[in-house]
């Protein structure tokens, strides 16, 4: 418990505070549909829209090597699908633009890592913010405690946006213009107090 007390103590928002901060401050909800887990794994999908739920970024990208069955099993995304599409390369100017306020992202390491990896010229943009992380404010906001971490337990972004009684719409889980719809439905409903 103590830990429990500590962990909450020092912060200097309600996560309710965090989610309107970030919708007044226009940051953009990314994510990412990728080639796999590892340290070589690409983006085959990224998709980037704003708090008032615009779509400004929506594409498939041709990842340099083939799609493992494996990531498609959980995507739907094929080597097929993205013979056509552009590269990361074509598509990082128009990330680095729209990033530029700040950006959030559901698991916001993950998609952070695969943003720097899939092109290391994206870590090179100084003015790039760090993202913030949906998955961490919502875990706070939901406030269940993991004994073992001594932090507040992680949920998936399907368990959290059912929690909250968020849904979006048209779509399959596991496409990035999906998840970040149901990202932005997360981040408004913390941030209007919904339920927990």
Known sequence: MADQALYFADKLETEQQVATRWIEKGFVIVDTETTGLGTDAEIVEISIVDCAGNILLDTLIKPSKSIPAEATAIHGITDVMVADAPTWGEVLPNVVELTRKGWVAYNASFDARMLRQSGGEFALHEDIRSPECVMQLYANYNGEWDVRRRKCRWKRLVD?????????????????LYDCKLTLGVILAIANGGAK
């Not at 959290?160 to 990035?176: D, F, I, N, T």
């Open 160 to 176: 959290a946006a059912a929690a909250l009684k968020v849904y979006a719409g048209e779509g399959s889980p596991h496409r990035s």
